[in-house]
């Protein structure tokens, strides 16, 4: 899935696909970008007023003055499933993942709403998961080397650094 590229100070939505459906217990999906953190959270099926609901398994999450820096978005959806197994009366489940987002200096690539599946357990993950191809390595750059030269002669730095895109302003 191609990256697409948003200006970090826009404002933005994510449509986001729970693959068993939205639940009708508690949940939450908590967004990040490096230190700053927005939790979008639901209490036995309300939804919060930035969280519209598609369908039976679709949400778009609307991002206002959400205060981002620059970087790559991160989503983690948990969840307190009842289960009577456990000594709580909940199975908590927590899966994370980057979504197809970077947020940065330059003008953003479009305005449709950016659409992501979020995983709900191990097995659809692993149902989703991309075999190694021959002469590759774990992750492509995405990221053009004219992106690069751009954002440089902007007065930013740009490199990739544990997986994720880092942007240094050197002014």
């Known amino acids: ?15 986001l696909t729970l ?24 209490n036995g099926g309300k ?16 991002f206002d003055n959400h205060g981002f ?17 456990y000594d709580d009366g909940e199975k908590n489940i927590y899966s994370p993942q980057l979504l197809p987002v970077v947020l940065w200096p330059l003008a953003s690539d479009d305005c449709t709403p950016v ?3 979020v995983f709900g357990s191990i097995e ?5 998961k991309v075999d190694k ?3 590759k390595g774990l992750s492509s750059n995405d990221f053009t080397d004219e992106d690069k030269e751009k954002l440089s002669k902007m007065g930013f730095e740009v490199r990739y650094e544990d997986g994720a895109l880092v942007f240094n302003n050197k002014n």
């Open 133 to 135: 191809e021959a002469g």
């Open 47 to 62: 939804l919060p007023e930035n969280v519209h609901r598609l369908d039976d398994k679709r949400v778009e999450v609307f």
């Open 19 to 42: 693959p068993h459906g939205i639940p009708t217990w508690d949940w939450a999906l908590t967004f990040r970008v490096g230190a700053v953190e927005r939790v979008v959270a639901c």
């Open 1 to 15: 899935m191609a990256l697409q590229h948003i200006n970090y100070k826009s404002d933005f939505s994510v449509v």
């Open 69 to 85: 820096q620059c970087g790559r978005l991160l989503c983690e959806f948990s969840e307190a499933k009842p289960d009577s197994n």
């Open 115 to 117: 659409s992501a599946d």
């Open 124 to 128: 659809t993950a692993l149902n989703g």
